[in-house]
T-cell receptor, first 114, second 113 residues
Framework: GAVVSQHPSRVICKSGTSVKIECRSL??????MFWYRQFPKQSLMLMATSNEGSKATYEQGVEKDKFLINHASLTLSTLTVTSAHPEDSSFYIC??????????FGEGSWLTVV | AQSVTQLGSHVSVSEGALVLLRCNYSSSVPPYLFWYVQYPNQGLQLLLK??????LVKGINGFEAEFKKSETSFHLTKPSAHMSDAAEYFCAVSDYGDDKIIFGKGTRLHILP
């Protein structure tokens, strides 16, 4: 079946640095991908909709300049957390739309900012 | 705006007992409804999905959910709980033609031996 892969699965970075998380659709093309974040013991909150070849659409309250999303190809979307701070530590998960409007989720990426 | 409300952040059932996780939705248009499961330190796995084809939806691992428009509900059930069912369960909603999935706050299911 369709698979969405995220990399890295876990990353630790120093406060003030930037970190990039990749979301790849392995066996299908995805014109649209979605990025969510999940704080410990909380639900998943949609951050933004990533559209191939165009700017991402951010949800209210999500800082565009802090969470840079690039959807450069039909199989890859990246989320870059810029100038990361400890409060950005979270579980980030992406999803991609396949044929017949089926949504597949990646396995998520744990970000820890120290 | 779409939303889902999950009643009970924690539910405990005995092994072998009925599992019932409650979800009510709010949507201005006929929605897609989902149940996802998240095991500790893992991503999301789709249990089942309602897309208006049938009101009773059967999913994986013996779970099923019934769409009740009159009650705006989409409760998840399983006749007999297993220890392996212990996880976080999320109800979610999206509009037709809109892929944004909005999640409920989740219900942690505990299975008692």
């Amino acid at each position: 079946g369709a698979v969405v892969s995220q990399h890295p699965s876990r990353v630790i970075c120093k406060s003030g640095t930037s970190v990039k998380i990749e979301c790849r659709s392995l066996d299908f093309q995805a014109t649209t991908m979605f990025w969510y974040r999940q704080f410990p013991k909380q639900s998943l909150m949609l951050m933004a909709t990533s559209n191939e070849g165009s700017k991402a659409t951010y949800e209210q309250g999500v800082e565009k300049d802090k969470f840079l999303i690039n959807h450069a190809s039909l199989t890859l979307s990246t989320l870059t957390v810029t100038s990361a701070h400890p409060e950005d530590s979270s579980f980030y998960i992406c999803s991609a739309r396949a044929e017949r409007n089926t949504i597949y989720f990646g396995e998520g990426s744990w970000l820890t900012v120290v | 705006a779409q939303s889902v409300t999950q009643l009970g952040s924690h539910v405990s059932v005995s092994e072998g007992a009925l599992v019932l996780l409650r979800c009510n939705y709010s949507s201005s248009v006929p929605p897609y409804l989902f149940w996802y499961v998240q095991y500790p330190n893992q991503g999301l796995q789709l249990l089942l999905k309602y897309t208006s084809a049938a009101t009773l939806v059967k999913g994986i691992n013996g779970f099923e959910a019934e769409f009740k428009k009159s009650e705006t509900s989409f409760h998840l059930t399983k006749p007999s709980a297993h220890m392996s069912d212990a996880a976080e369960y999320f109800c979610a909603v999206s509009d037709y033609g809109d892929d944004k999935i909005i999640f409920g706050k989740g219900t942690r299911l505990h299975i008692l031996p």
